[in-house]
């Protein structure tokens, strides 16, 4: 049986993550931050087969501790400060989790593999977020690297810094450049999610409206459950490398609002949208599109969910969410 020590598992990733490497037959440990954190206690009831380990990534000695306590074959580093709007007001908490995280986290898994002389591999969760101010239509492994954000600024720290310790101590440590992935896991504040929640909201008559940023801002959106599959596949080569996951295909918020109301048989959307200043960013991404030719022919990677689906999944499941919660309040 392989063990797992995955970070950022009460996450949307996480929570896919530790699912498949069950599946699977893996032993699954989770770290988990904070004193009484009530994600720790919904992960013990939902996922009663991991194993729960405290600790935090800006506390080196916490995550050696997690390491030795899980003795894992394989690390998945997926704890972040994650919402790109957010980090422009906690800089430096982003820089410090995000960014210098990785490198205590791939410090935590040398020490313990130079003391057990155990092969750890390690997978690090980079982001499509470093490609920024795109420098190439689509981006590839190859794309110079233009962040524009602190989030995307820390991102490609750890991605630099999961090379370095490859190519200096010889780890088995990969680095996946996952484009934009969502489920109806996604938190709230993230764009996909927000607009599920609120034509759910809408069509239930709980919500007038919804106030949105930049609606001409393009993504490449894929499946969580799908994304997950890549981070185990690039740990089972025999060489670790760095891969992007995407699915080559690139839509606006505008056709994101286009299907999601379409779901719920509206199609002139616009009088119930509105913008908002305080939802632009002081530096914008306009455009992200993948090319994963690698994945698929190195890792034999697919994305299974295509975009019409993935929405229309994230306001079916809202419409049964907020249902279940209006019956609740209105017995
Ligand atoms: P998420 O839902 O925001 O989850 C982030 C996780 O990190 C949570 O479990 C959170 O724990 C944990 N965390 C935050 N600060 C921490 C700290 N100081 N110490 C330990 N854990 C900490 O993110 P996600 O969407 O699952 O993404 C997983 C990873 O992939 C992240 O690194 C993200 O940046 C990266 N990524 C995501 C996407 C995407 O589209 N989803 C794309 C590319 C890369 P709490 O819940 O307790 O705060
Ligand atoms: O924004 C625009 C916004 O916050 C997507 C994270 O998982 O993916 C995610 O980062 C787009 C942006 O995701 C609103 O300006 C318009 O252009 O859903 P988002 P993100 O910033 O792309 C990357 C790959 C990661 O690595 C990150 O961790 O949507 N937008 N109006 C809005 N976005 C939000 N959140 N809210 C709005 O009202």
């Known amino acids: 049986m392989k063990t797992a020590l995955i970070t950022g598992i009460t996450g949307q990733d996480g929570l896919y993550l530790s699912e498949l490497l069950h599946?699977?037959?893996?032993?699954?440990?989770?770290?988990?931050?904070?004193?009484?954190?009530?994600?720790?206690?919904?992960?013990?009831?939902?996922?009663?087969?991991?194993?729960i380990l405290s600790g935090?990534?800006?506390?080196?000695?916490?995550?050696?501790?997690?390491?030795?306590?899980?003795?894992?074959?394989?690390v998945y580093n997926l704890g972040a400060v994650s919402f790109v709007a957010y980090?422009?007001?906690?800089?430096?908490?982003?820089?410090?989790?995000?960014?210098?995280?990785?490198?205590?986290?791939?410090?935590?898994?040398r020490f313990y593999?130079?003391?057990?002389?155990?092969?750890?591999?390690?997978?690090?969760?980079?982001?499509?977020?470093?490609?920024?101010?795109?420098?190439?239509?689509?981006?590839?492994?190859?794309?110079?690297?233009?962040?524009?954000?602190?989030?995307?600024?820390?991102?490609?720290?750890?991605?630099?810094?999961?090379?370095?310790?490859?190519?200096?101590?010889?780890?088995?440590?990969s680095s996946g450049i996952l484009f934009n992935h969502e489920s109806p896991r996604r938190g709230p504040e993230f764009v996909t999610r927000k607009v599920s929640q609120a034509v759910a909201r809408i069509h239930l008559g709980l919500q007038s409206g919804i106030t949105l940023g930049n609606l001409d801002a393009k993504r490449d959106w894929g499946f969580a459950g799908?994304?997950?599959?890549?981070?185990?596949?690039?740990?089972?080569?025999?060489?670790?490398?760095?891969?992007?996951?995407?699915?080559?295909?690139?839509?606006?918020?505008?056709?994101?609002?286009?299907?999601?109301?379409?779901?719920v048989g509206v199609s002139d959307w616009e009088r119930y949208v509105s913008t908002d200043p305080r939802f632009m960013r002081p530096a914008e991404v306009d455009l992200l599109i993948g090319d994963a030719t690698k994945a698929r022919k190195v890792l034999g990677w697919e994305?299974?969910?295509?975009?019409?689906?993935?929405?229309?999944?994230?306001?079916?499941?809202?419409?049964?969410?907020?249902?279940?919660a209006a019956a609740a309040t209105n017995p």
């Not at 800006?58 to 894992?72: C, I, K, N, T, Y």
């Not at 920024?132 to 995307?152: A, I, N």
């Open 113 to 173: 593999r130079d003391r057990s002389g155990k092969d750890v591999r390690f997978y690090q969760a980079s982001s499509s977020e470093m490609f920024g101010k795109v420098q190439q239509v689509p981006q590839c492994e190859s794309t110079l690297l233009w962040p524009r954000s602190p989030y995307g600024v820390a991102k490609v720290y750890g991605h630099y810094m999961t090379i370095n310790y490859r190519e200096s101590y010889d780890m088995h440590a």
């Open 226 to 263: 799908d994304y997950v599959r890549a981070m185990w596949l690039m740990l089972q080569q025999d060489t670790a490398d760095d891969y992007v996951i995407a699915t080559g295909e690139t839509h606006s918020i505008k056709e994101l609002l286009d299907v999601a109301f379409d779901e």
């Open 87 to 109: 980090s422009w007001q906690n800089a430096r908490l982003t820089s410090d989790v995000t960014g210098a995280g990785v490198l205590n986290m791939l410090e935590a898994v």
């Open 23 to 51: 599946d699977k037959g893996y032993k699954v440990f989770g770290l988990v931050q904070g004193q009484n954190n009530p994600k720790g206690e919904s992960l013990a009831r939902t996922h009663p087969f991991v194993e």
């Open 303 to 324: 994305p299974e969910v295509d975009f019409d689906s993935l929405i229309r999944m994230m306001v079916r499941h809202d419409l049964d969410v907020q249902t279940a």
């Open 56 to 74: 935090n990534l800006l506390d080196l000695s916490s995550l050696m501790r997690a390491v030795a306590d899980s003795e894992p074959d394989e």
